[in-house]
């Protein structure tokens, strides 16, 4: 296989736009997108600000941290962070903090950990072992989002950088549309209007494919995990890859697609929902589009039980 472009050795072929590419080429074209997404997403006045990015040591996430210090580590006003959630996953965590550690150290780059522990003084594992019938997902997602969080106001931190690459762009957009979530779809990251309490996201990876990412990672060596959450099989999310993977290789180019129509579609969204204005927890203070935020009510449940006192609600 041939570069397309100087007859060279290729080393990745792009099925949807019919090219093979060396590795001088793809490194050009993958980053080209990137920096275009950058561009697009990020609007920080005279370049003065902080990036906070959740950094699992994972590739995605782990390439994301990467580009940012490669193009903007420039910017004399600007302060990359990274963060890592340790929801307490016993024989996971660990090696992607350890990922996440080196990458650090090998850019300059300071790296914080936050715990569930620390938070709600359980681990995931624990609120497994206690509702085992339960997805693990929807315990995880309310606390790590509410841990993204905390951290991007602790740091004052005008983003929050989110690894996800057009796989995981394309699979949340095909789940809000099967769950007719309106409102979700038209908050879908990359955020450009601020609200009181949430940290915008930026999503730098999202028109690049999970297969690119891994390649770019590979071929600039960047450090990452390579293992799988243990939970990962019981994701709902998981139909959602499926069909996504069988519409590409039956039709190239359909991730990219989802992607445009969302895009094409999101004024009318946004208009239709109006603007979001949350009110705050009851429980705990923070942000919440109801009487109590999903994290709290989630906890309730988990301490109900296990027989502890539930608290306030």
């Known amino acids: 296989m041939k570069c ?59 390439v994301t941290l990467f580009v940012l210090k490669k193009f903007l580590g420039n910017w004399k006003g600007l302060r990359l962070v990274a963060f890592t959630i340790d929801e307490g996953i016993a024989g996971y ?24 522990t620390d938070m709600v003084g359980k681990t995931l594992d624990s609120i497994v072992g206690i509702d085992p019938e339960g997805i693990p997902c929807s315990h995880c997602g309310p606390l790590r989002r509410q841990a993204m969080n905390d951290v991007a106001l602790n740091y004052d931190a005008d983003y929050v950088a989110l690894g996800i690459n057009l796989d995981d762009y394309a699979q949340s957009i095909l789940m809000n549309v099967a769950k007719g979530d309106v409102q979700r779809m038209a908050r879908l990251a990359p955020h450009q209007t601020r609200v009181e309490g949430m940290t915008p996201r930026i999503v730098p990876l999202r028109s690049v494919p999970e297969r690119e990412v891994m390649t770019y990672a590979i071929v600039n060596e960047i450090p990452f995990d390579s293992s799988w959450c243990p939970y990962y099989a019981r994701a709902h999310r998981n139909s959602f890859r499926d ?40 429980s705990c203070g923070r942000v919440s589009s109801g009487e109590y935020c999903s994290t709290c009510t989630d906890m309730a449940r988990i301490l109900e039980k296990a027989g502890q006192p539930v608290g306030p609600h």
């Open 93 to 116: 965590r660990p090696s992607g903090l350890e990922s996440a550690r080196k990458l650090c150290g090998q850019i300059g780059v300071e790296h914080v950990v936050k715990s569930f």
């Open 243 to 282: 069909v996504i993977a069988m519409l590409e290789e039956r039709s190239p180019g359909t991730r990219h697609a989802i992607l445009n129509f969302l895009e094409g579609i999101k004024p009318a969204l946004r208009e239709s929902t109006g603007e979001f204005e949350p009110g705050k927890c009851r």
């Open 4 to 62: 397309t472009f100087c007859g060279s050795d290729a080393i990745i072929d792009i099925r949807y736009n019919g090219t093979s590419l060396c590795r001088e080429h793809f490194i050009a074209f993958f980053e080209k997108r990137v920096k275009r997404e950058i561009r697009e997403q990020v609007r920080l006045p005279e370049r003065k600000g902080t990036i906070a990015v959740a950094l699992s040591g994972g590739k995605d996430s782990s």
